[in-house]
């Protein structure tokens, strides 16, 4: 089954640096992998994709995500942080279907709160 | 272009009482979901209609019942409110297979059940 981790409930990081926020994930297949952010009482946008290519992927708000097979792993990034980027972010990954799946599921992770301090 | 619709924005219900979401897209799109959101756990899938005409379990299905009334249109019904079902529920859509797979989120139904 598809999943994805994201290790810290919690990154704090101040305005001006670069920022991180992690995720890993547990796929047979290639993976289709997505970040969302979700501001106070809002629902859920889309940042950015990586289906297939560059393994550094662009994505709105100056976001951009590394991919690493190797490491699982699909980070998310950004080269100097806003206060306005304090939101929670959430990595998901796509069902890739076969037997009992949901082909065109996303699986989300728990999310990770992010704070950017003046 | 509103993109996902939700009504209402909250909603407060006893116990017992029932209750229909409603959620439409205009982006043509041919799957819907249903999630509910609660603090620590992520988004957990409710229900979802990969395309017109079908509807199928996620992974905490009990205690709604959806209808995808149409390519616009997905709602879902909650026939006895019970606490457990305080939540933050929202709705998406995408393209679906073939298509591209992000998926589009309305704003939110906060709903309380005492």
């Known amino acids: 089954a598809q999943s994805v981790a994201q290790p810290e409930d919690q990154v704090n990081v101040a305005e001006g640096n670069p920022l991180t926020v992690k995720c890993t994930y547990s796929?047979?297949?290639?993976?289709?992998l997505f970040w969302y952010v979700q501001y106070p009482n809002r629902g859920l946008q889309f940042l950015l994709k990586?289906?297939?290519?560059?393994?550094l992927v662009k994505g709105s708000y100056g976001f951009e995500a590394e991919f690493n097979k190797s490491q699982t792993s699909f980070h998310l990034k950004k080269p100097s942080a806003l206060v306005s980027d304090s939101a929670l972010y959430f990595c998901?990954?796509?069902?890739?279907?076969?037997?009992?799946?949901?082909?065109?599921?996303?699986?989300f992770g728990r999310g990770t709160q992010l704070t950017v301090w003046p | 272009n509103a993109g996902v619709t939700q009504t209402p924005k909250f909603q407060v219900l006893k116990t017992g009482q029932s209750m229909t979401l409603q959620c439409a897209q205009d982006?043509?799109?041919?799957?819907m979901y249903w999630y509910r959101q609660d603090p620590g756990m992520g988004l957990r899938l409710i229900y979802y209609?990969?395309?017109?005409?079908?509807?199928d379990k996620g992974e905490v299905p009990n205690g709604y019942n959806v209808s995808r009334l149409n390519k616009r249109e997905f709602s879902l019904r909650l026939e006895s409110a019970a606490p457990s079902q305080t939540s933050v529920y929202f709705c998406?859509?995408?393209?679906?297979?073939?298509?591209?797979?992000?998926?589009?989120f309305g704003p939110g139904t906060r709903l309380t059940v005492t």
């Open positions: 982006m043509n799109h041919n799957s």
């Open positions: 990586y289906i297939t290519g560059d393994n």
């Open positions: 209609s990969a395309s017109e005409g079908t509807t």
């Open positions: 796929v047979s297949g290639n993976p289709y």
């Open positions: 998901a990954v796509r069902d890739i279907g076969g037997r009992g799946s949901t082909l065109g599921r996303l699986y």
């Open positions: 998406a859509s995408s393209e679906g297979q073939g298509g591209s797979y992000e998926q589009y």
